[in-house]
């Protein structure tokens, strides 16, 4: 199964082309869903993370973590955004192996799987499960633009965009770029000449290490 690990800042259409794919049959995974999944109840994950960050923040009755309250005591600075990190993403990496390896794949036998990155700084550790790193490229001006557009408000926009790794970080991980500066229709086609070269090159390619 050819892996492809998709990224793009906030308002990128990274979404979109990732839905265009799984429309042509790529199995999609979101790793935002994985990482909420690592810290179901009852979890180890969220056993590590309480008693790191105050057992208070699990319900006694449900197992279930205050992730408001978590993510305002994780996020208060860098230290313990790393701390929480740390936890977290060794959890992750191996839910992820384990789809990537049978956990569901192996009931469809797909020939292709799209994994959205939501920080690609956060799990380059990870990228060695790649074949590709796709990265949805557009400039920030524009995306600003969109979101504002979609109702978001323009600080709200900026203090995301500021969380998330820069475009120069993107392009320089990237192993192809999908250039979003464009139209819808100048996106679909992109995506439709990127998914028709490895079709006709039978997803071929090695892991990026």
Same mark, same amino acid.
Request: net charge negative; hydrophobic share 45%; proline share 3%.
């Given at each position: 199964? +050819?892996?492809?690990?998709?990224?793009?800042?906030?308002?990128?259409?990274?979404?979109?082309?990732?839905?265009?794919?799984?429309?042509?049959?790529? !199995? &999609?995974?979101?790793? #935002? $869903?994985?990482?909420?999944?690592?810290?179901?109840? /009852?979890?180890?994950?969220?056993?590590?993370?309480?008693?790191?960050?105050? *057992?208070?923040?699990?319900?006694?009755?449900?197992?279930? %973590?205050?992730? @408001?309250?978590?993510?305002?005591?994780?996020?208060?600075?860098?230290?313990?955004?790393? =701390?929480?990190?740390?936890?977290?993403?060794?959890?992750?990496? =191996?839910? %992820?192996?384990?789809?990537?390896?049978?956990?569901?794949?192996?009931?469809?036998?797909?020939?292709?799987?799209?994994?959205?990155?939501? %920080?690609?700084?956060?799990? *380059?550790?990870?990228?060695?499960?790649?074949?590709?790193?796709?990265?949805?490229?557009?400039?920030?001006?524009? =995306?600003?633009?969109?979101? $504002?557009?979609? @109702?978001?408000?323009?600080?709200?926009?900026?203090? &995301?965009?500021?969380? $998330?790794?820069? #475009?120069? +970080?993107?392009? =320089?991980?990237?192993?192809?770029?999908?250039?979003?500066?464009?139209?819808?229709? *100048?996106?679909?086609? $992109?995506? *439709?000449? !990127? !998914?028709?070269?490895?079709?006709?090159?039978? !997803?071929? /390619?090695?892991?990026?290490?």
């Amino acid at each position: 199964m +050819y892996t492809v690990f998709l990224a793009g800042g906030i308002a990128s259409g990274k979404s979109s082309v990732a839905r265009a794919l799984e429309r042509r049959g790529a !199995w &999609r995974i979101d790793l #935002d $869903q994985v990482s909420r999944a690592v810290l179901e109840p /009852g979890s180890e994950c969220v056993v590590e993370v309480a008693e790191e960050f105050g *057992e208070d923040l699990v319900d006694a009755q449900t197992g279930a %973590l205050d992730r @408001g309250a978590l993510a305002r005591r994780a996020f208060a600075d860098a230290d313990s955004t790393a =701390r929480l990190e740390a936890i977290e993403l060794p959890y992750i990496r =191996r839910m %992820l192996v384990r789809m990537l390896e049978g956990e569901g794949c192996c009931l469809t036998k797909p020939r292709v799987c799209v994994v959205e990155v939501p %920080l690609l700084d956060r799990i *380059e550790s990870m990228l060695n499960l790649a074949d590709e790193v796709l990265v949805v490229d557009c400039p920030l001006e524009v =995306r600003r633009v969109r979101a $504002q557009g979609r @109702g978001m408000d323009v600080a709200d926009f900026d203090r &995301r965009a500021a969380l $998330q790794p820069s #475009d120069e +970080y993107l392009r =320089r991980h990237a192993t192809a770029l999908l250039d979003n500066s464009g139209g819808p229709s *100048e996106l679909a086609g $992109q995506v *439709e000449a !990127w !998914w028709s070269a490895h079709e006709a090159a039978g !997803w071929r /390619g090695a892991c990026n290490g």
